[in-house]
């Protein structure tokens, strides 16, 4: 018998939660569950989440796929310009 998400939700909601006499009790039971769900992701969890970042000068959206490592194109107060601004005033 396979048992839809909906079902699985409401088997927590009363079995870990709704049975138990405290909250503490049923936090702690969420908790453990999480853990263990945790466990069983199958992505990897240690790559960084990507974000989009605009550039202050032109708008152009950026990546942060494509910004370096270190920080290439970010600024002191946490604003990004893309390459062709960064370099704008430099001769070619």
Known sequence: M???VADITEL??????????????????????????????????????????????????VSSELIGPDGAGENADGGFYCTECRFADEEP
């Open 2 to 4: 396979a048992y839809t």
């Open 12 to 61: 927590i909601r009363y079995q870990l939660l709704l049975s138990e006499e405290t909250r503490e009790k049923a936090d702690a039971n969420l908790a453990q569950l999480m853990r263990s769900i945790e466990q069983m992701v199958t992505t990897p969890r240690d790559q960084e989440p990507i974000y989009w970042a605009a550039c202050e000068e032109c708008g152009a959206w």
